[in-house]
């Protein structure tokens, strides 16, 4: 089973470093069925730095703000 079908079932927001070829997986994904949105993050960005941003988008924004949403950290 595929991570994003794995995160969608568990109601999780994936969080990848893969910046080249998840929108697009994501775009085909969300045709067939919904997910719980996608954060990508540069691998360039400190662990401090996305610890921080994660934490912000938890407590600024709601599971349904993401769904089928795909953003890139910093937001």
Known sequence: ????????????????????????????????????????VLKSFLIREVIENLIRVWQTSEADDWINRIAYLPI
């Open 1 to 40: 089973m595929d991570v994003s079908l794995l995160a969608a079932k568990a109601n999780r927001i994936l969080v990848s470093h893969d910046h080249k070829t998840m929108p697009s997986y994501f775009s085909e994904f969300i045709v067939s069925q919904n997910s719980s949105g996608v954060i990508i």
